[in-house]
Structure formats: C-alpha cells, structure tokens
C-alpha cells in the first residue's frame, strides 16, 4: 500500500478581471495538449511504453468529457510528466481565489456552474444539493478556489486563465516509474503499482479535485461543496472518518479520506477496498482501479460529461436517484457490479453491454432504457420496471425479477437461465429466441412461450415444454398451480434431480408410469431422480391418469385440471395416499387391502406399493398406518393393532423405524393385537374370491 500526498499546491490569488467567455464549444473531446515530456521520461530506456500508457489514461478522461467554455484545442489543459525516485506520484498545479456567488457575472463561480450543467448527474444536485446561498455552503466564506483548467472549462477568459504566466503549462505530473508495471498488457508485476491509474489520479488533480479542509488557510474547493457528514449536513474538516461524497447530501457515492497521511480530497482506502477507484487515498499493489465515480465528480464541480460509458461504478451507492437525465445518459460497457441501483430512474438510458452482476435494483426504473447485451446475472430486479426497455441478447442469469414489469420490453435472444421471474407482467412483451432454462414463471402475466428454448423451465401457467433436466437440478417453489409437463417425455439424466417441494406435477407428454415410479423410488433418498424437500412427514404420491379417474370418477380434475387417461399425476403427500386426494381415508385401505389379497402383480403406489419394493408388506401397511395415526390419532389404533397381529415383529419394527410420534407405546400394540384378531379374519373374508 503507497498513500498519496501531493506537492504544495501553487496558488496566484488573484480578483478575476477577464470577461466570461459565453461562445461554448460542445461535441468535441475534452482539449489535452501534446504532453510536454521531462528529460528524466525521454531518457529512461522504457520511455515508450510509460509515455504509450500515459498518453492512453488521458485520452480516456478526454473522451470522457467534452470541450466546453474556453477550454478549447486552442487553450487545451497543458500537462508536463517527469520522473521522480521517492513516493509514487504527486502533482502541482494553478488555482485562482474567485468569488462564490457575489459580485459580476465574469467572476463568480456559482453562476457559471449552474448555466454548465446538463447531464444527469448535474441535475440530481441542482434538484438536492443547496448550492444556490451567497457564500460558499461548505465554509461561509465569499470565495473559492478554482483551478485554471476548470476556470476555462466554465467559460472564463482564456486570455486571464491562461497557461501562458506558469510556463505554458495547467500542472506537472511527478511519477516514480520505477515502482509501476509500466502497461496493462503483458505479464502484471503483482509487487508493482499501475502507472495508468496513478496518471489519472494526478491528472483529476489538475483538473480540480481535491480539498481545501486542511490548507494552511482552509478555504474551499468545488469538491468541498459535495462533502458531507450526514444526511443533509456538510463537513468541512479533518475530525472524524464520516465524510462523503454526495449529489443529495443523502446518498453516499464514495467515503472521503480522513486520514492526514493521504489527500482530505481523496476517497477512503487505508484497508484495501473490494472494489478500488482511481481517486482512493491509498493505492495498492498488484491491483488496476478503474476510471468512474471520479468522471461523476468532475462533471458536477463544472466539466461536460460527455458519456458515461466504460467506467467503473462497482459498488456505487446510486439509490434513489434520477440517472435519466435530459438526453439519454450512455453507460454503454460501464461496470455495476454489487452496485446499489435501488429505485433509481434509468428511464431510457444507454446500457449496451454494461454489467449490473449482483447489482441490486429493486423498484429501480429501466423502462425504455436500452440493455442490448447488458449483464444482469444474479442481480435484485424485484419490482423493477423494464416496460419497453430493450434486453436483446442480455444475460439475467439467476437474477430475481419477481413482480418487475417487462411491458413491452424487448428481450430477443436474452439468456434468464435460473432466474425468478415470478408475478412478472410482460404484456406485449418481445422475447423470440430468449434462453429461459431453469426459470421460474409461475404467476407471470401474458407470457407466450411459443418458439422459446425451454430446458428445466416453469411457465406462468405452470406450463413446462420439453421438460428435460440434465446437469441443472430443478427444485419448485411454491405455488397453487400445477406443472404440466408438455412435448416430449420427460427426461431426467447425469445425476440431475427435479425436487417438487409441496407442488403438483401434470404430465400430458406421453411420459410412462413405470419411469416415473423408477424416478421417484429407485436409489436411496438422497439419490433419486424425483423428490420433495416438503418435510419428512411428505413423500411422492403418482398415479397414472386411468386410474385416478377410476378411483374418483369420469371428468374428475386433479389440481384444477381435467385428467385424462394419457396423464401422469405426481403430488407430494402423505404415504399411504394412494388415490392422491390428500387424506387417508378407507378409501385408501381398499386399495392397498385389494391388491394384498388378490396377491396383484407389481403393484404400484395406487395399488398400494408405498415403498416401491415391488409388492405388498408389512412395511407399506406401517406407512399407511403411521400416516393415519398423524392425521386421525386414536382411531387408527384399530388398524395397528390388526396389522400387528396380522404381520407380527416385521410390522412392529416398520412401525417403530418411522418414529416415536408415528404409532401407540409398543407395549399398547400388544393388547389392541390380542383384542382384534377376530376383525382380522372378518375384513379379510370381504377380498376374498367367492367369500360369503
């Protein structure tokens, strides 16, 4: 870790006298002059390759910002580089004491900045920030200090804040070369630091960040207007560690350094950020911050930000603000990772390509905003709004868009594999060749699956189209309504499982019962193909279509639906529930009690097969039994008593392995057996072929 410290800061105090040049120059990239080279940069023998990397870190501040004011390829900021052998970089630069907001037009600060702004940002603080007061708000005071770059950029006279009484020259740069990895190509030196942040670092300097809290006569800097302690409160000193940078004087976009080693002007670094940023006060080894809040800093204090595209805004607390601005703000390739976006406004905004993983953007407003590309993955959209936003080809894996509004939204070829897309509304949505493997749309409104490539995935209407599962687990949530299983059999391979919690399974697609029951029981627990994490008092109940229609009628419906013979039913249940109406009931008895006395062939769950061993035991009359016990208490004791003396020990320790709250006091189990083995013989006469 190097902390920065910059060079005494050259300051001419001096009353303005220049006229405010009104002749804006807009469109052009943000002026930068030749960069005048020193003899210790031209001699040194990789001098190539730092002055490449140099000239590359200001022609993105360049294309960052738009030439404005008088700050024109006329007048262009002038900056010298020259190597030092101590520290890591520092800088020195012009500034000028001008009125806040009294006296002329051509020399007050305040009113040229408020004609200066334009962009989003701007009007977040023009709207929150209390800039309009006679004296600085950060001080008091009736002046401010300016730097010259910024003074042109905000139309002041070039001729009176020109570069040409400090030699030609806006500031000079000093880098220790030595200690950098000189390109962010090729093999990284992880000792080393990154010559290409440290040079925007010192460049933002010149152009006028930094703080005026611990001059020798503290008087304040435009950065200084946008410092905070608390909501609403300015801070204008070095006590405490709770200064912020902020648009709202709510929001915090980035902690100030407090610590006197470092810049009062920089971000807060003194243990190594998740996510660092060129401006921090500390910078560490081996690690490549990139360019962002501080473009936001700049453009507020009075330069034309032309785009935010490329930057870096990971981390950033945006909550609550309005990003859309006038004209569509650009964050074409620009980074929110672990961003806080929540109910922000990026109504129409330009986010080509840009990455919001693990973003949070609850309620956040990206309607009519373009996300062609864009990454979503594992990002908080819950009741976001994406009406007629574009999401061609974006990729919202694992995001959770429950509840959000894709009205009109165009999301051609995007990828939402694995995401929540519950209660969504996509009316008049566009999503032709959109991947949605493993998604979850139960209770969506208006979504048309047609044409879409469907693997592993649950549709609003509880619709799942060729539903194959191999390598991606599926595990339902809850719901009220069924999945149906459409298209082809369902397929399940490569030590894949599809876990149906406490839901309902309708398979219309051909798929055969003998699969199903070998899904659900073939393997141990932990292994099979089809179950339910709904509790161990549940297990998975599955009937062919033929037979619930037997035990409950024609035109009998399951879930809602009307059965028909070709279907599959799967629930999760009680075990014992053979005709799947969610009790045990006599009903039930019958069925199990028939296929034991006929000695039924490979007797399935309706016929009694509760534990899928291929016939009728005691086991499978411990299941029915324990179940009946839960849900009935004393008045299944006449079936346990009976099966005990029926099946002796066997069902006994059945009966036992399933619990202590499942069955009587074993030694209660004896006496009821003793008491019922006239009932034993009576029920069994009635199965019997020809019994009187």
């Not at 037009?105 to 709207?127: G, I």
């Amino acid at each position: 870790m190097v902390r920065w410290k910059e060079a005494l800061l050259a300051v001419a105090v001096v009353e303005a006298a220049g006229a405010l040049g009104l002749g804006r120059v807009r469109g052009a990239p943000l002026p930068f002059a030749t960069p005048v080279w020193d003899s210790t940069i031209t001699s040194d023998p990789n001098a190539a390759t730092i002055e490449a990397t140099i000239q590359a870190a200001i022609t993105q501040i360049s294309n960052t910002f738009l030439a404005s004011g008088t700050l024109t390829s006329s007048n262009p900021v002038a900056l010298k580089f020259v190597e030092q052998t101590s520290g890591l970089g520092n800088s020195s630069t012009y500034s000028y004491q001008f009125h806040y907001n009294s006296g002329p037009n051509n020399n007050n600060y305040y009113k040229a900045l408020n004609t200066s702004q334009t962009s989003a940002f701007d009007a977040v603080s023009l709207a929150n920030n209390v800039l309009n007061t006679t004296n600085d708000p950060a001080t008091g005071s009736t002046t401010i200090n300016v730097n010259t770059p910024l003074l042109r950029a905000l139309g002041f006279s070039a001729t009176t804040y020109s570069t040409s009484g400090n030699g030609g020259l806006d500031g000079t740069i000093y880098l220790n070369t030595s200690t950098m990895n000189l390109s962010r190509t090729g093999t990284q030196d992880s000792s080393k630091w990154d010559l290409y942040a440290v040079t925007q670092h010192e460049i933002d300097e010149i152009l006028g960040l930094g703080s005026g809290v611990d001059a020798s006569a503290p008087e304040s800097t435009p950065q200084d207007l946008f410092r905070y302690a608390s909501n609403g409160t300015r801070s204008f000193t070095t006590a405490g560690d709770n200064a912020y940078f902020s648009l709202t004087g709510t929001t915090d976009l980035a902690q100030f350094n407090q610590d006197g080693q470092g810049d009062y002007g920089d971000f807060w670094s003194t243990t190594k950020p998740t996510f660092p940023r060129v401006q921090d006060a500390y910078i560490y080894n081996g690690v490549q911050p990139n360019y962002g809040i501080e473009a936001v800093a700049l453009d507020v204090i009075g330069y034309q930000l032309a785009s935010a595209a490329n930057l870096n805004f990971n981390g950033v607390n945006f909550s609550s603000m309005k990003l859309s601005g006038t004209s569509p703000t650009n964050f074409t390739s620009s980074t929110f990772v672990s961003a806080n976006l929540t109910n922000t406004t990026l109504s129409g905004t330009i986010l080509t390509n840009s990455n919001l993983t693990s973003t949070t953007c609850a309620s956040t407003f990206f309607n009519s905003a373009n996300l062609t590309n864009a990454t979503l993955s594992g990002a908080i959209c819950t009741n976001a709004n994406f009406s007629a936003a574009t999401l061609s080809g974006a990729l919202l894996k694992n995001a959770n868009c429950a509840s959000a509004n894709f009205t009109s939204a165009n999301l051609t070829n995007a990828t939402l594999t694995g995401a929540i897309m519950t209660g969504t509304n996509f009316t008049n949505a566009t999503y032709s060749g959109a991947i949605i493997s493993a998604a979850d749309f139960r209770g969506a409104t208006n979504f048309n699956a047609t044409g879409l490539t469907q693997v592993n995935t649950v549709l609003p209407d509880g619709t799942w189209n060729n539903p194959t599962i191999n390598g991606t687990n599926v595990v339902l949530g809850t719901s009220s309504t069924p999945v149906k299983g459409m298209g082809t059999p369902l397929s399940i391979t490569n030590g894949s499982y599809f876990d149906i919690g406490n839901n309902s399974v309708i398979l219309e697609n051909g798929t055969a019962l003998s699969t199903v029951q070998t899904f659900i029981l073939s393997g141990s627990t932990s292994s099979r193909k089809i179950r339910s994490s709904a509790g161990a008092a549940n297990t998975i109940g599955f009937v062919s279509g033929t037979e619930y229609l037997a035990a409950h009628g024609a035109g009998s419906s399951f879930a809602g639906v009307a059965v028909l013979s070709t279907f599959v039913l799967i629930m999760s249940t009680k075990p014992g529930d053979a005709n799947l109406d969610g009790v045990i009931s006599l009903d039930d008895y019958l069925q199990i009690d028939t296929a034991y006395v006929m000695s039924m062939s490979s007797p399935d769950w309706f016929n009694g097969n509760f534990d899928g061993t291929g016939n009728i035991t005691a086991a499978d009359y411990a299941l029915i039994d324990a179940s009946f016990h839960a849900q009935s208490g004393g008045q299944a004791d006449g079936m346990i008593s009976l099966h005990a003396a029926e099946f002796g020990q066997d069902y006994i320790d059945a009966l036992a392995a399933l619990g202590p709250d499942a069955v009587p006091e074993p030694a209660t189990l004896g006496v009821l057996a003793t008491g019922a083995l006239g009932l034993l013989f009576r029920r069994r006469g009635r199965f019997r072929s020809g019994a009187p």
